[in-house]
């Protein structure tokens, strides 16, 4: 029979400690042993941190920084809860660099004071992991994935009773009204609810993943592992450098406006980012049908937009459901494949692309109906018709070519309803689960203020927590942990 001894207060606690100062520990000095933090601080960061202004510092900008990238790695969710960490955990206090504990008010004002600082800091961590992410995946780390969403601020109307209450009320008066089911009480709401929150008018009004929300946007260029290399928030100062960017007043529908304002905001989101990073040329795009349009595949795939000489190769965009593709010189189905002249359901066959001379692609497409036959006097393969009812006398069947740059929508330098096609874009949703990582784990949702500078930090913060994340998986050659280091944790 197997003894039951009962465990005391003390024992767990002693458990609990053992574990706390063991494991811990281990962690931080993996840090500390592959991380210098002095590399990462630029020296105008340093100038400014400690500039003379009468009274010397309490605490060294190393420890602020090390504890909000920790606060970030372990999911403390609350800038008062990782104080507390602080307080009750000498090795993480000594590991940080604080000598004392600073109060919250420290924590936000150097976010707010630093905020520039801090920028440069993740900007310069972006160049050091491209490498890195080269080296991890080149396919990938040669694409371009675009989204936006927001953080929402503390205020009044993020409170769900707001909406519902609403809602309520135009259901309430359609049932009265005898209003039939065209109409739709949740696009009436969102149009009489206000454009932004009576707090803060840079507070927008958004429809994010099926709800209302007020919140600060912002948008996040990732490549194809979902490692960040830009970040862009959307406020009055981005607004002001991009006078190009018209501000129109939002539609009835919620999913249209997020829509055309994230059309809007792509260009000018990636000429701040090629600007920053001028050696990082990706070759690939690739979004949502929020940006099927005509200009914009022009400017991304032609031109000097970015810069001389930078633009992209191939964008993968999927078609916005409310147009159709059309060819002037062919019938062309869904995904702009030319179909049969007598069978509009039989699509041709992609046989191959070539580059003429002056550096223009051109694809060629042959008929579905045809079969290589070999010649027994040359011993060669030539094409041979074989359709009951042939659209040209031509033995070899009907040919077209198509030249992309005539139509850079349907042909943007590749080929839809591909298996490329597929495989490829299923890749873009990288940038979604880096939102919702940067959101979840990374301590930027949940934010309990409405202060635009210190969410601004918040989600620069987040970045560097990502690209340390990125280094230091390298040095330990796990290249696994690129997005998390969870798994170092537990």
Same mark, same amino acid.
């Given at each position: 029979?197997?003894?039951?001894?009962?465990?005391?207060?003390?024992?767990?606690?002693?458990?609990?400690?053992?574990?706390?100062?063991?494991?811990?520990?281990?962690?931080?000095?993996?840090?500390?042993?592959?991380?210098?933090?002095?590399?990462?601080?630029?020296?105008?960061?340093?100038?400014?941190?400690?500039?003379?202004?009468?009274?010397?510092?309490?605490?060294?900008?190393?420890?602020?920084?090390?504890?909000?990238?920790?606060?970030?790695?372990?999911?403390?969710?609350?800038?008062?809860?990782?104080?507390?960490?602080?307080?009750?955990?000498?090795?993480?206090?000594?590991?940080?660099?604080?000598?004392?504990?600073?109060?919250?008010?420290?924590?936000?004002?150097?976010?707010?004071?630093?905020?520039?600082?801090?920028?440069?800091?993740?900007?310069?961590?972006?160049?050091?992991?491209?490498?890195?992410?080269?080296?991890?995946? +080149?396919?990938?780390?040669?694409?371009?994935?675009?989204?936006?969403?927001?953080?929402?601020?503390?205020?009044?109307?993020?409170?769900?009773?707001?909406?519902?209450?609403?809602?309520?009320?135009?259901?309430?008066?359609?049932?009265?009204?005898?209003?039939?089911?065209?109409?739709?009480?949740?696009?009436?709401?969102?149009?009489?609810?206000?454009?932004?929150?009576?707090?803060?008018?840079?507070?927008?009004?958004?429809?994010?993943?099926?709800?209302?929300?007020?919140?600060?946007?912002?948008?996040?260029?990732?490549?194809?592992?979902?490692?960040?290399?830009?970040?862009?928030?959307?406020?009055?100062?981005?607004?002001?450098?991009?006078?190009?960017?018209?501000?129109?007043?939002?539609?009835?529908?919620?999913?249209?406006?997020?829509?055309?304002?994230?059309?809007?905001?792509?260009?000018?989101?990636?000429?701040?980012?090629?600007?920053?990073?001028?050696?990082?040329?990706?070759?690939?795009?690739?979004?949502?049908?929020?940006?099927?349009?005509?200009?914009?595949?022009?400017?991304?795939?032609?031109?000097?937009?970015?810069?001389?000489?930078?633009?992209?190769?191939?964008?993968?965009?999927?078609?916005?459901?409310?147009?159709?593709?059309?060819?002037?010189?062919?019938?062309?189905?869904?995904?702009?494949?030319?179909?049969?002249?007598?069978?509009?359901?039989?699509?041709?066959?992609?046989?191959?692309?070539?580059?003429?001379?002056?550096?223009?692609?051109?694809?060629?497409?042959?008929?579905?109906?045809?079969?290589?036959?070999?010649?027994?006097?040359?011993?060669?393969?030539?094409?041979?018709?074989?359709?009951?009812?042939?659209?040209? +006398?031509?033995?070899?069947?009907?040919?077209?070519?198509?030249?992309?740059?005539?139509?850079?929508?349907?042909?943007?330098?590749?080929?839809?309803?591909?298996?490329?096609?597929?495989?490829?874009?299923?890749?873009?949703?990288?940038?979604?689960?880096?939102?919702?990582?940067?959101?979840?784990?990374?301590?930027?949702?949940?934010?309990?203020?409405?202060?635009?500078?210190?969410?601004?930090?918040?989600?620069?913060?987040?970045?560097?927590?990502?690209?340390?994340?990125?280094?230091?998986?390298?040095?330990?050659?796990?290249?696994?942990?690129?997005? +998390?280091?969870?798994?170092?944790?537990?």
């Amino acid at each position: 029979m197997i003894p039951h001894k009962q465990l005391s207060l003390a024992d767990i606690f002693s458990d609990c400690q053992e574990k706390f100062e063991n494991d811990k520990p281990a962690f931080l000095s993996l840090l500390e042993t592959h991380i210098d933090i002095d590399e990462i601080i630029p020296i105008s960061f340093r100038n400014h941190f400690y500039a003379s202004t009468g009274r010397t510092r309490k605490y060294p900008l190393q420890a602020f920084l090390w504890a909000l990238i920790i606060q970030r790695i372990f999911s403390i969710p609350t800038d008062q809860l990782l104080l507390t960490f602080l307080a009750y955990s000498k090795p993480l206090r000594e590991f940080c660099g604080f000598s004392k504990v600073p109060d919250a008010s420290k924590i936000t004002r150097f976010k707010q004071d630093f905020l520039d600082d801090l920028q440069i800091v993740f900007d310069n961590l972006v160049d050091v992991t491209e490498p890195i992410c080269q080296a991890i995946d +080149s396919a990938r780390a040669d694409m371009t994935i675009f989204d936006s969403s927001g953080i929402e601020a503390f205020v009044t109307e993020n409170n769900p009773k707001y909406a519902n209450r609403i809602i309520r009320q135009l259901k309430a008066y359609a049932k009265a009204q005898g209003l039939d089911k065209s109409y739709d009480p949740y696009k009436a709401a969102y149009g009489s609810m206000p454009s932004h929150a009576s707090a803060n008018p840079e507070i927008k009004q958004l429809y994010i993943n099926g709800h209302f929300c007020y919140v600060f946007k912002f948008g996040i260029v990732t490549n194809g592992l979902g490692i960040i290399r830009h970040i862009s928030f959307y406020n009055k100062d981005f607004m002001t450098s991009h006078p190009e960017i018209l501000v129109e007043k939002k539609s009835d529908s919620p999913d249209e406006d997020k829509c055309v304002h994230d059309a809007k905001l792509l260009i000018p989101t990636l000429k701040d980012f090629f600007a920053k990073h001028p050696l990082i040329n990706p070759k690939t795009f690739l979004g949502d049908a929020a940006f099927d349009s005509c200009q914009l595949y022009g400017e991304l795939l032609t031109g000097s937009t970015f810069g001389e000489n930078k633009h992209f190769a191939k964008a993968y965009i999927p078609l916005n459901s409310r147009s159709e593709l059309k060819n002037s010189d062919c019938k062309v189905n869904e995904n702009g494949i030319p179909c049969c002249p007598n069978d509009n359901s039989l699509p041709m066959k992609h046989e191959g692309t070539s580059t003429r001379k002056n550096g223009l692609k051109r694809y060629k497409f042959i008929c579905p109906k045809i079969k290589y036959v070999k010649d027994a006097s040359t011993g060669k393969y030539h094409r041979q018709c074989i359709c009951d009812n042939p659209c040209t +006398s031509s033995e070899c069947g009907r040919m077209i070519y198509v030249y992309p740059e005539k139509d850079l929508r349907t042909y943007p330098g590749t080929i839809r309803g591909t298996e490329e096609w597929d495989n490829t874009y299923k890749i873009r949703t990288a940038v979604e689960r880096d939102i919702n990582h940067i959101k979840d784990n990374l301590c930027l949702a949940g934010r309990r203020t409405q202060n635009e500078k210190t969410l601004h930090a918040d989600l620069i913060l987040a970045g560097i927590t990502q690209l340390i994340t990125v280094v230091l998986a390298d040095k330990i050659k796990h290249h696994e942990y690129i997005r +998390s280091l969870k798994p170092l944790i537990a």
